[in-house]
């Protein structure tokens, strides 16, 4: 049974690959995405190469687990989507007539919709497990796919189609005129909103399963949140703060594949419990880069103002000295923020210190054996709450 799984999770790999094999070539001879950076394209490949590949891994170790058929049912869709773009956009506007089955490929522009609802509702919906959070979250369920499908129907039976990032449409042969007045008007309105709702459940779902989690389920779900919040702050700063930017535009599309990383890690229970690590350190770096970014930029800012003269560029010296100056607040910055993240976000660690540091200062003045003993047990159970804590002391050696 292991072996047909690991053989269905590779070949739907090898699929993956063939058509990113024959897509890029295309790409190339197209000029490229209109409308896109070729590193954000590239980012991109590397994010639905991460969906493949980690479905794939937990379709062959875990295939009653949904995640895996779904990352991989992602993976396969956008391949074999961007081929169909590719294709007709040869066929059509860089070297017209040259292929067959342009008109098919050009068709094939509704694969977005089963994608999008795909990583926007089922992934939240079912993640860690693959199963519902109960019965009663099933019509949420229903209702996407039922949503979903009427849409990709109206899109797939438009009377032209729009060749995606290109503005050249065909007509399409199966098309139906009141397709575009149902997408248009009122049931296509409908329509996506229950999505939109669908959507919001499903994150709702996400939420209520992590505030019932304990244990590995709960690290599972902290590794499935903390990459969904960097891709989020990625896409803040690529959309509203560096608009335009090659290099923010780039790790925005890296932080894609993060989301089928962590998953992969949580659902397999690869180093599952270096999360809080992770995000503590992420908190402590980020704060700190913030802080140090900003003293430095008012720093100079400040100096080049005075000195420099409004208008021109700040003196050497004072990017000198605010370098300097933000070299030598690096630890005590760093400790002062540590301290208040563990405070703040680890608090057991932080209580565990300070029971720690508080029997150190006792043990000094403790001549009774017995106290210190029960003592010394006592912070143990505190600090590292074991199951059950025991202390044997050795007897000293007798004199001959």
């Known amino acids: 049974m292991g072996k047909r799984w690991a053989r269905v999770a590779w070949s739907m790999v090898a699929t993956f690959i063939v058509c990113w094999a024959v897509s890029i070539p295309f790409m190339v001879a197209n000029g490229g995405t209109p409308g896109q950076e070729p590193g954000f394209v590239v980012a991109l490949v590397v994010a639905f190469t991460a969906f493949m590949g980690v479905g794939a891994v937990i379709v062959a170790h875990r295939p009653s687990n949904a995640i895996g058929w779904i990352f991989s049912a992602v993976g ?54 693959g199963r519902l959070l109960s019965a ?32 050249y449409t ?7 005129d009141g397709a575009q007045k149902l997408a248009g ?22 939420v209520l399963r992590f505030r019932r989690s304990r244990g590995v389920e709960r690290q599972q779900l902290k590794w499935f949140t903390y990459a969904v919040v960097l891709m989020i702050l990625a896409q803040q700063l690529n959309d509203y703060l560096f608009p335009g930017v090659v290099v923010v535009n780039v790790v925005f599309g890296l932080t894609i594949a993060l989301v089928p990383i ?14 809080d690590r992770l995000i503590n350190r ?8 913030a802080l140090l970014g900003g003293i430095y930029g008012g720093t100079v800012l400040v100096l080049g103002q005075v000195f420099g003269g409004v208008g021109q560029d ?38 565990a210190a300070k029971t720690v540091e508080a029997f150190s200062l006792r043990l000094r003045d403790e001549v009774d054996l017995d106290a210190l003993s029960a003592e010394l047990l006592a912070v143990a159970d505190q600090t590292m709450q074991p199951t059950t804590a025991s202390l044997w002391l050795r007897q000293p050696a007798r004199r001959q």
Request: aromatic content about 12%; overall charge positive.
């Open 185 to 206: 008007g009122a049931v296509g309105g409908v329509l996506f909103g229950m999505v939109l709702i669908c959507v919001a459940a499903a994150f709702a779902s996400i």
């Open 76 to 129: 396969l869709l956008a391949a074999t989507g961007s081929l169909a773009i590719e294709y007709a956009a040869y066929a059509y506007v860089t070297r017209p007539g040259s292929l067959p089955g342009a008109i098919l490929a050009a068709w094939y522009q509704w694969w977005w919709n089963p994608m999008l609802g795909l990583i926007l509702i089922y992934i939240p919906l079912l993640f860690p497990t």
């Open 262 to 275: 962590a998953a992969g890690i949580a659902i397999l229970r690869y180093r599952l419990y270096d999360i």
């Open 170 to 176: 065909v007509r399409n042969p199966i098309g139906v």
């Open 282 to 289: 992420t908190l402590v770096y980020g704060l700190l880069t």
């Open 314 to 351: 700040p003196p050497s010296w004072a990017v000198a000295g605010a370098t300097l100056a933000v070299a030598a607040l690096f630890q005590p910055a760093r400790r002062r923020i540590q301290a208040v993240v563990d405070r703040r976000f680890n608090r057991r660690r932080y209580n």
């Open 136 to 167: 009663r979250w099933r019509p949420v369920a229903v209702v996407a796919a039922a949503a979903l499908a009427a849409i990709t129907v109206l899109e797939a039976l438009q009377p032209t189609i729009t060749l995606q990032n290109r503005s």
